[in-house]
């Protein structure tokens, strides 16, 4: 352990021991209402655990909490901390929200949201996914694959299962639990796994990290969590994470990988059909009760070679992680219902099909466009891409449009800064990419909308019946799809 780097998060030592949900005490939640944070509340409720909480404003979550049995607040103020022995909160909240400082100043035990879902582990066994990419479509599908298998897993990913509508669950007292483990801040190294996942190790929130040696130094650390006699899985095509699968065998840690190449399950004869996707994989060593030299077919719901190996990885958590037979977890696999913006299907008005998807950065930009041309099947492919982050877009703006240029027309949102300000990057805008786009060589129709709102009809005057749509961003350009099929509905009629 001593040869491990250390990661520091200046607000919270995640190398620190958690302790159990029942020492916790009162727990209040700031920023209560949102999806992450509701669904760790509703699993401290479902443990007994007295639960406060607030939110910057009233939502139909706060209320469904309410009834629950949570005690919500609307806004923040230092008052709604009394009582509390134990205060959760994310990242983004700031250290100068009055309900953290006033829980600082009174010496309450303060946790971020991941150390909250690690309190939740005690006595359970925990499969962790991490990766740049691919980690809430592949915990989705371990949930379900466990779930297929019998074992009744918890779960905690970061986005609604549609199967259950909810992004989290316990699941039974003694079950496995899923969780999605975030690499943005340095939080995945609290959990203490028994198997960790890591679908890619990318340079990216390097705003975090500093550069990409950190971000596998990151990794590495994570991948020393895994707690002994545990299993790595991870993916032999990525050169960050087959490095990562190298040192993980040096320091002893069993590992199992994926890949198209040389690896412990082989993907081979990968193919999409409409919104389907199939591969065949190879076991080249013997994993659980699967024999060396054994073939499974994999069928997934989804389309795109990426959610192949998402499934992959999800089937050798279950199988080879955590024992569990192969035939239900490929059915499970194979009737896999999706996770909300995870390529999503919006609805179809007036011939044109929509999708949405959270695709961020720029590989997975790249697969989603990939995927969604596959989908297309002959028709078009209109893209509307909300690049997210100033820096992010300046960073990796020439990978970003060698993704983009697979779709026939393209509307570019104005930049989502979310945390960053315009001001901050006076020379960084959507320009940037449909420049880059328009000057690659490939036909692509390039079109710049003036902001959000006007996106709806922008794409309306755009789009033809046959056409297929996928909006893809982190912000809010998931609003635009259902505009796009209201505009459309309303013009068929």
Known sequence: MSELPVVANPRFDFSADVPPVDELGAVHFV????????????????????????????????????????????????????GADTVIVSSAVPETNPELAAARAAGLRVLHRAQGIAALL???????????????????MTTVALQAAGADPGYVVGAPLAGSGTNAAPGGPRSPVVVE?????????????????????????????????????????????????????TNADDPGAARLAERARDLGTRVVTW?????DVILSDARTEGMTAAATLTFTRRLGEVDEGATAELSLPV?????????????????????????????????????????????EAGGVEVVDDYAHNAPKVTAVVQAARSAAAGRRLVVAFQPHLFSRTRDFAQGFAAGLV????????????????????????????????????????VHLARDLASAPAQL?????????????????????GPQLLRLLGEERA
């Open 31 to 82: 920023a209560i209402g949102g999806s992450g944070m509701s669904g760790v509340a509703r699993m401290y409720l479902d443990r007994g655990v007295t639960v406060t909480g607030s939110d910057r404003a009233d939502s139909a979550t706060l209320r469904e909490l309410e009834a629950e049995g949570a005690r919500v607040y609307v806004g923040h103020d230092a008052a709604h901390v009394e």
């Open 122 to 140: 005690h006595g359970r066994d925990a499969v962790a996914v991490a990766g740049a990419n691919g980690k809430t479509t592949t915990s989705a």
């Open 181 to 233: 483990a975030d690499e943005s801040d340095g939080s995945f190294l609290v959990y203490r796994p028994l198997v960790g996942v890591v679908t890619n190790v990318q340079p990216d929130h390097l705003d975090f990290w500093g550069d990409y040696a950190a971000v596998e130094r990151g990794y590495a650390a994570f991948a020393a969590t895994i707690r002994p006699g545990g299993l790595l899985v």
């Open 259 to 263: 890949g198209t190449g040389a690896s």
């Open 303 to 347: 389309p795109g070679l990426h959610n192949l190996e998402n499934g992959t990885a999800a089937l050798l958590a279950a199988v080879a992680g955590l024992g569990m037979p192969l035939a239900p977890v490929l059915e499970g696999l194979a009737a896999f219902p999706g996770a909300g913006r995870r390529f999503e299907r919006v609805g």
């Open 406 to 445: 697979r779709a026939d027309v393209l509307l570019l949102l104005p930049v989502y800064g979310a945390r960053e300000t315009q001001e901050d990057f006076p020379e960084v805008s959507s320009r940037m990419l449909a420049d880059l786009v328009r000057g690659s060589g490939y036909d692509v129709d």
């Open 460 to 480: 309306r005057d755009l789009v033809r019946p046959g056409d297929l749509v996928v909006t893809v961003g982190a912000g809010d350009v998931t609003t635009v």
